[in-house]
């Protein structure tokens, strides 16, 4: 009896003194625990800690081989689910870490490393809302002090008015908590301050430089402000700390796809799929990248793939639709209709499934049940996020009435120099796409994307202007001094460079909402070049009618809306012609098909330029294209798109009202 008592005595020092070792020696904890192994074959804790002694030493697999068989015998271990799932992300074998990780947390769910791990992997795999909760829930079991548990328990509960509270009352008495500070940094982020949040991360990467996790949480803010260059400098330093973090390349993985560095992104999402094979949100993402690439059938396989590991996932479905050049098949509009009729999706794959259902309808010619189920798509995505067209037209008016002629004249000659930018405007779906991959054809300029830096510096105007107004920064623009308008347009020219690959002299900005902001970029920007893309408002506003967009464009989802939108459009527009006369070039989609050489020869006079052939032949350019139109640009002109919303015509009345006097007149602008 006292020699088993001395056994175990023994056992438990070893087993002491193992759990000791490991952050000591690892590779002598690991003979510390085979030793306790021989002496009883198979004991729990012995090969526990044999597993994490060959953790800490970088043998993943080899921990693999203890941990599996520890639980089958002890299923419900939490710490060594937690183990099991950390080695398994080591091996790239993601999407079995993030089921033993949830494992890990339902068994012991004030796991504070299991928590934070998860939301590594849900980060990686484009789960935001999880990770977030995975996140908060980590710091809620992290902390030791109440007052922190507190606001992140809150924050679980997304009660943040009661987090705020006592995070503030936390930074009163302690006011460089770093901990602190990156909370509050998140509840500002979920009230939409970001620029609260991205000043408080600042604070934190000040008092600590080597946060991490603050430091990825300022790229994140970064990248959603839309300042790549910040974004991708912050989460490289990441990677450079802790390259293996998939949350990090995840985000890596994005930006550098906003910025063009295409083969690196598909590089990284390259090697998050071979951790993450079954997650159907990472597909998708890779699969996107090689659009813009124009890998196409390899996009087509990975957008494949994504429904073969998620039958619902609707946005997989519209993006094969929204190529405009695949044909679904009918076991395709079977499974579509299936999960439909289920009703077993979220708000959101329903209607990416309708309106890829109405695309291929379309294709087929049914013309009813195609509009059928773009009204379907866009009521369901309109009840979700609303939109208040009056508003738009006030916007539209308050910039007429403070973008005087007299302003301009004022200001003439201020401003940045720079005549690099060439702006292509006007309304989505209006032919810019095309027009961009025209000019990107010559030797002198670069085509770029959509860039939101004009947007951007509104922004900032307006938060000058403590409003949220898109047209207050009217009256704060025209308060800057001559020193100031140039350091806005020379602010412009640095901030978009991260998109310039080649180069070559000229480049172009296509992002068509800055239609809005004529005004701001001729007084920062003078030299620079604006051309206005238009089409016919029926053609043009039933294209956005059946466009789904990723983000934005939220006048696109009703026909009266969308009208009224293309109204005040062409009202603004006839402003800035009579007020900036000659200053900016038009050009109609209709005339671009019928007489393309033409259209051509004009924007390159207007934009000092002698005609190359090349520009004719630009469906044979191999350059990235990131918008809709992707595929479409990449072959001839084609005109069987200009009667297309004929064939829907009977369905159209509330947009013909919206449009009123624009329509009757097109392509004459009405009196107004």
């Not at 003194?17 to 085979?34: F, G, K, N, S």
């Not at 005109?639 to 013909?656: N, R």
């Amino acid at each position: 009896m006292s020699s088993d008592k001395e056994k175990r005595g023994s056992l438990e020092i070893a087993i002491e003194r193992t759990a000791q070792l490991l952050d000591i020696d690892p590779a002598m904890a690991e003979q510390q625990a085979e030793e306790i192994l021989k002496a009883v074959p198979n004991h729990p804790p012995g090969r526990f800690y044999l597993a994490m002694a060959r953790r800490y030493q970088g043998k993943y697999q080899q921990a693999l081989e203890v941990l599996e068989p520890l639980l089958d015998a002890q299923h419900e271990w939490a710490a060594a689910w937690f183990e099991y799932g950390v080695s398994l992300g080591h091996v790239g074998r993601g999407d079995e870490a993030i089921e033993a990780l949830l494992k890990a947390v339902n068994f012991q769910p004030e796991h504070p490393q299991a928590w934070r791990y998860l939301g590594d992997h849900l980060t990686a795999t484009g789960d935001a809302e999880k990770a977030d909760a995975a996140y908060a829930r980590h710091v809620q079991c992290a902390g030791h002090d109440p007052a922190l548990q507190e606001a992140a328990a809150a924050m679980v509960k997304k009660d943040v008015a009661t987090a705020e509270r006592l995070l503030k009352a936390r930074l009163k008495t302690s006011p460089t908590d770093v901990a602190a500070i990156r909370m509050l940094a998140e509840v500002a982020v979920r009230c939409d301050r970001n620029d609260e949040a991205e000043n408080l991360l600042l604070r934190c990467l000040e008092l600590s430089p080597g946060f991490t996790a603050a430091r990825y949480n300022y790229a994140v803010i970064l990248h959603r402000q839309n300042n790549s260059p910040g974004a991708l400098t912050q989460i490289e330093q990441c990677l450079r700390e802790v390259p293996e973090s998939p949350a990090y390349r995840n985000l890596a993985a994005v930006i550098l796809s906003r910025v063009g560095e295409y083969d690196r992104s598909i590089e990284l999402y390259s090697q998050l799929l071979s951790e993450y094979p079954k997650n159907a949100k990472v597909w998708l993402s890779y699969g996107h990248v090689l659009k813009t690439a124009g890998k196409i059938d390899d996009c087509i396989s990975a957008y494949k793939t994504s429904i073969d590991q998620n039958p619902a996932f609707g946005e997989a479905y519209w993006s094969l639709a929204n190529l405009k050049t695949y044909a679904f098949g009918n076991d395709d509009l079977t499974d579509m209709a299936q999960q439909v009729d289920t009703g077993s999706g979220e708000d959101e794959d329903r209607w990416h499934l309708h309106f890829a259902m109405g695309k291929a309808a379309e294709d087929s010619g049914d013309y009813a049940v195609s509009f059928e189920n773009y009204e379907k798509g866009n009521a369901l995505y309109r009840s979700n996020y609303g939109y208040d067209p009056d508003l738009n037209s006030e916007r539209c008016q308050r910039l007429i009435d403070d973008f005087t002629a007299d302003v301009f004249a004022e200001r003439s000659g201020l401003g940045s120099d720079a005549d690099a930018p060439i702006f292509i405007v006007g309304m989505p779906r209006a032919g810019s796409t095309l027009l961009e991959q025209i000019l990107s054809c010559h030797s002198q300029i670069e085509g770029t994307t959509e860039l939101p830096d004009i947007l951007m510096i509104a922004q900032a105007l307006r938060s000058e202007a403590h409003a949220d107004n898109i047209a207050v920064y009217a009256k704060v623009l025209a308060g800057k001094s001559a020193a100031e308008l140039k350091a806005l347009g020379d602010d412009y020219i640095e901030r978009t460079r991260i998109h310039r690959k080649t180069d070559k002299p000229l480049f172009i900005d296509k992002m068509p909402n800055n239609f809005l902001h004529v005004g701001l970029i001729h007084l920062i920007l003078p030299n620079a070049k604006i051309i206005d893309a238009r089409r016919h408002p029926m053609g043009c506003c039933f294209s956005n009618f059946k466009q789904y967009y990723a983000r934005g464009q939220n006048f696109s989802y009703n026909l009266n809306d969308v009208g009224q939108y293309y109204a005040d459009y062409v009202k603004l527009m006839a402003h800035f012609d009579s007020v900036l006369p000659g200053r900016i070039h038009r050009v109609f989609y209709e005339d671009t098909v019928a007489d393309t050489e033409r259209v051509v020869r004009g924007m390159l006079d207007y934009c000092g330029l002698e005609f190359e052939e090349e520009c004719l032949r630009f469906f044979e350019s191999s350059r990235p294209v990131r918008t809709a139109s992707s595929e479409q640009v990449r072959q001839p002109i084609y005109q069987d798109g200009l009667a297309l919303w004929q064939h829907y015509e009977p369905w159209l009345d509330p947009l013909k009202n919206a449009l009123g006097p624009v329509l009757a007149r097109y392509p004459d602008v009405p009196s107004f």
